[in-house]
């Protein structure tokens, strides 16, 4: 892709130059420290590509995603114990949603992921630690290249212990000025000497505005295809899986699985659609099922936890040794990589149409 369109104008690196003073007037990074009650101190950087997409990289928090916004808009969840710092968390039994803030994207892993389980007698908490574990060797550079600006964020995150698994999560996020897509780009390697399980589960929380009962969801298997219920002969909204009510007092939860499917470039979509949202907003989450087989879509719409999770993961949601027993824990080796692909775009429905005729 060659130049920047801002504003309606297309512009190559020296014409943009030309209009501004630093490139932080229209776009960029700027970094923060959260100041106030459990987020205190907490370290995060905020990201602009200038077309009214925004959204915050939590450094203390596995470089996950914060909140996020298009156009003034929020895009994700936030819940009521907000971004809270890693030094708070309880990792035992469901602890971990003392300190889930929501966001745009949580990762679940490296070692487990679901409701708490047990491995060869050891606890493991919901969802697991990464997300709580502040990232290392973090940068952030704004590069030109192919006639554009790529605005980045990296680091590593480590999960080890003395006697124990050692991995280290490489995470690279990446946004060009003038477009709404974040990208994330994962490699878990196996820095121990022997072999490690790793799971790996995308947690992506959607709120409202976007979410509401003019919301549909499509995809990311084939059209019309309803997730398999999370409990088995559970078929509550089943029949209504796509679609979304108003906030509901006393609503229950309800998970269910998804059969991805790929298209010809390798790669599925899932995508929310709200036609009544300034004349129309779409989010689609792409990923490669190759890497990532499993989807998971989390139906929470109570009063005040009012959130669609979608969640491209290596695993479901059983525990351990029911994940071990179906074959879904991977067994990293000692210095081994695995890769994870993930991106998330955010449209005006209009645009989508345009690109699709």
């Known amino acids: 892709m060659s130049g920047i369109n801002l504003y309606g104008q297309a512009l190559g690196p020296g014409e943009l130059r030309r209009r501004v003073g630093r490139l932080e007037q229209v776009a960029g990074i700027e970094s923060f420290t ?7 101190g907490v370290r995060a950087l905020r990201v602009r590509t200038g077309t009214g997409f925004a959204f915050t990289v939590l450094t203390d928090r ?77 940068a952030r550079p704004a590069r030109w290249e192919d ?17 124990g698994n050692d991995l280290v999560l490489s995470r690279r996020i990446t946004a060009r000025v003038g477009e709404s897509i974040l990208r994330i780009e994962d490699a878990v390697e196996n820095q121990g000497w ?4 790793l799971v ?14 003019a919301s549909r969801l499509v995809g990311p298997g084939a059209p019309g295809e309803p997730p398999e219920p999370h409990e088995p002969g559970a078929p509550e909204g089943s029949e209504t899986w796509d679609r979304f009510a108003a ?37 689609r989450v792409r990923f490669r099922p190759e890497e990532l087989p499993e989807f998971v879509q989390w139906t929470m719409t109570g009063e005040g936890t009012y959130v669609l999770g979608l969640e491209p993961a290596t695993c479901r949601l059983h525990g351990y040794p029911a994940e071990r027993r179906a074959g879904r824990i991977i067994d990293l080796q000692p210095g081994e990589t695995r890769r994870f692909s993930l991106e998330i775009h955010v449209e005006a429905s209009e645009h989508h149409e345009r690109k699709s005729a």
Request: proline share 8%.
């Open 147 to 163: 006639g554009g600006c790529v605005l980045e964020v990296r680091g590593q995150v480590r999960e080890t212990r003395v006697f």
């Open 247 to 283: 906030p509901t007092r006393g609503f229950r939860q309800r998970s269910g699985y998804h059969r991805p499917r790929a298209g010809a470039d390798g790669w599925a979509e899932a995508r929310l659609e709200n036609p009544r949202l300034a004349g129309g907003l779409v989010l």
């Open 34 to 40: 959260y100041d106030d009650g459990p987020e205190r």
């Open 200 to 213: 790996m589960l995308y947690h992506i929380n959607l709120g409202w505005p976007l979410l509401s009962e």
């Open 194 to 197: 022997s072999p490690a399980p």
């Open 62 to 138: 596995g470089l996950d995603i914060g909140d996020a916004e298009f156009r003034g808009m929020a895009l994700a969840w936030s819940s009521p114990t907000g971004v809270t710092g890693p030094w708070y968390y309880e990792p035992e039994g469901t602890g971990w949603l003392r300190s889930f803030h929501g966001g745009l994207v949580v990762t679940c892993g490296l070692q487990h992921a679901g409701g708490p389980s047990e491995r060869e007698g050891e606890p493991l908490g919901m969802h697991g630690r990464v997300s709580n574990l502040p990232a290392s060797h973090v």
